[in-house]
């Protein structure tokens, strides 16, 4: 799993993949995708505030928690 930062023009609101909360996207948006380049979701602007590391240590949570045991 990676994330990338992007641009975007669109004013909507989106899903934080990590909080869950609601919340609208900014000029920039972080987006985590698959190594496949398959997107997952948007990280919201308070969870990227926390740092990419600790973004990095939610992401394995949850590529955990979606992997079927
Ligand atoms: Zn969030």
Known sequence: MQFAIECNT???Q???LICHH?????????VVCSNQGDSYGDVCP???????????SQLRQ????????
């Open 10 to 12: 669109l004013k909507k």
């Open 46 to 56: 308070e969870c990227i505030s926390r740092g990419g590391s600790w973004i990095g």
């Open 22 to 30: 609601p919340f609208q996207m900014g000029a920039a948006r972080l």
């Open 62 to 69: 949850i590529q955990d928690a979606m992997i079927p045991n």
């Open 14 to 16: 989106q899903m934080c």
